[in-house]
């Protein structure tokens, strides 16, 4: 469940307001009079999933007035419970478990801020994951794939895309790039320091590529937009792991660090593909659970934008799996 507060001047017309809100079908509601600042409350009680609608002509009908705010609140526990006689079984069946489009913009465009702390969980991730690649560690390289905040700021530009905002998808490339570029020189010194161990299977398995990598990529970003759009963080653990981002990244690092030109390539191409899956993936999700703009003219715009992002990213995807398919595995091993 989740409760939706509008607070707006007494001015505005009650009627309309009430009637757009009824569409939505809410569990209930309260109208409050207005307080000795001349403000009324609505409230709005909707079951999980419901609600966008009702945001949505709020807004429409409140845009051009001034001193209003919404507040969504998430509902931990109401009594009584609702029946379940409410619904049959087919509008059960048929009701979407999505998290609201204001919500989910809250979530993933904090993904997006390049900070110090994105900064400092990067460098620390790279030190772990190049540490842990070397000396053949499993354990330390999937704790690297955990505190590692680059899967952030690449589902933000697609949540961005598939939202046509031109500012989110901007931001979020700029720290997707810096996150990248960071793990890549604190890998390149402790490349040059320690020289690449080739006899550990954890870093030399960063540079077989194959058609299964490309699946496995976008399988884990599907599951991660996925898990975002429903309301399931949880699950992010999990594709944190599946996708592995930076320990491609600080294989690059230490192969350049050592002066393995070739071995740095590999591990770039497998790095790419990881990328460029999860965007399209995590597009191809968004797009599907109805992340949308509210507006027409916005939607007609970001119509654009998805269709500009799809070819891109297919284009891309589609030459990756190529080279990638034509690349043989090189042993290292004596």
Same mark, same amino acid.
């Given at each position: 469940?989740?409760?939706?507060?509008?607070?707006?001047?007494?001015?505005?017309?009650?009627?309309?307001?009430?009637?757009?809100?009824?569409?939505?079908? $809410?569990?209930?509601?309260?109208?409050?009079?207005?307080?000795?600042?001349?403000?009324? &409350?609505?409230?709005?009680?909707?079951?999980?999933?419901?609600? %966008?609608?009702?945001?949505?002509?709020? %807004?429409?009908?409140? =845009?051009?007035?001034?001193?209003?705010?919404?507040?969504?609140?998430? @509902?931990?526990?109401?009594?009584?419970? $609702?029946? *379940?006689?409410?619904?049959?079984?087919?509008?059960?069946? %048929?009701?979407?478990?999505?998290?609201?489009?204001?919500?989910?913009?809250?979530?993933?465009?904090?993904?997006?801020?390049?900070?110090? *702390?994105?900064?400092?969980?990067?460098?620390?991730?790279?030190?772990?994951?190049?540490?842990? &690649?070397?000396?053949?560690?499993?354990?330390?390289?999937?704790?690297?794939?955990? /505190?590692?905040?680059?899967?952030?700021? !690449?589902?933000?530009?697609?949540?961005?895309?598939?939202?046509? *905002?031109?500012?989110?998808?901007?931001?979020?490339?700029?720290?997707?790039?810096?996150?990248?570029?960071?793990?890549? &020189?604190?890998?390149?010194?402790?490349?040059?320091?320690?020289?690449?161990?080739?006899?550990?299977?954890?870093?030399?398995?960063?540079?077989?590529?194959?058609? *299964?990598?490309?699946?496995?990529?976008?399988?884990?970003?599907?599951?991660?937009?996925?898990? /975002?759009?429903?309301?399931?963080?949880?699950?992010?653990?999990?594709?944190?792991? +599946?996708?592995?981002?930076?320990?491609?990244? +600080?294989?690059?690092?230490?192969? /350049?660090?050592?002066?393995?030109?070739?071995? =740095?390539?590999?591990?770039?191409?497998?790095?790419?593909?990881?990328?460029?899956?999860? !965007?399209?993936?995590? &597009?191809?999700?968004?797009?599907?659970?109805?992340?949308?703009?509210?507006?027409?003219?916005?939607?007609?715009?970001?119509?654009?934008?998805?269709?500009?992002?799809?070819?891109?990213? @297919? @284009?891309?995807?589609?030459?990756?799996?190529?080279?990638?398919?034509?690349?043989?595995?090189?042993?290292?091993?004596?």
């Amino acid at each position: 469940m989740r409760l939706i507060e509008v607070t707006f001047p007494d001015s505005v017309e009650t009627k309309p307001l009430l009637s757009a809100c009824m569409k939505a079908e $809410p569990m209930d509601y309260r109208l409050e009079p207005a307080d000795d600042r001349g403000r009324r &409350l609505l409230r709005l009680v909707f079951r999980t999933g419901d609600g %966008q609608e009702a945001i949505d002509a709020i %807004q429409g009908i409140l =845009a051009n007035e001034e001193g209003w705010r919404l507040v969504v609140v998430p @509902v931990e526990a109401a009594l009584p419970k $609702p029946k *379940d006689t409410e619904e049959d079984e087919e509008t059960k069946k %048929q009701r979407k478990t999505l998290a609201l489009r204001e919500e989910l913009f809250e979530d993933i465009s904090r993904g997006a801020n390049l900070n110090r *702390d994105f900064l400092l969980l990067t460098v620390l991730s790279a030190v772990v994951a190049a540490l842990g &690649l070397n000396a053949n560690n499993v354990a330390a390289v999937i704790g690297a794939m955990v /505190i590692a905040p680059l899967l952030g700021p !690449i589902l933000a530009f697609s949540f961005g895309s598939a939202l046509g *905002d031109l500012d989110l998808m901007l931001r979020s490339a700029r720290t997707a790039l810096a996150g990248l570029m960071v793990g890549l &020189l604190v890998a390149m010194a402790l490349g040059a320091a320690t020289s690449a161990n080739l006899g550990s299977d954890e870093l030399v398995s960063r540079t077989f590529v194959g058609v *299964d990598a490309v699946a496995l990529a976008l399988a884990a970003g599907a599951a991660a937009a996925l898990s /975002i759009s429903t309301g399931i963080s949880s699950a992010l653990v999990g594709v944190m792991v +599946a996708v592995a981002l930076l320990p491609p990244s +600080a294989a690059v690092g230490l192969f /350049i660090g050592d002066g393995e030109w070739s071995m =740095a390539l590999r591990a770039a191409l497998l790095l790419a593909i990881n990328v460029t899956s999860v !965007i399209l993936a995590a &597009l191809f999700v968004f797009r599907v659970k109805g992340v949308r703009p509210r507006t027409w003219l916005e939607r007609r715009s970001a119509k654009r934008s998805v269709f500009v992002n799809y070819a891109v990213w @297919v @284009v891309c995807i589609l030459v990756l799996t190529a080279v990638a398919w034509r690349v043989a595995p090189v042993d290292v091993l004596p």
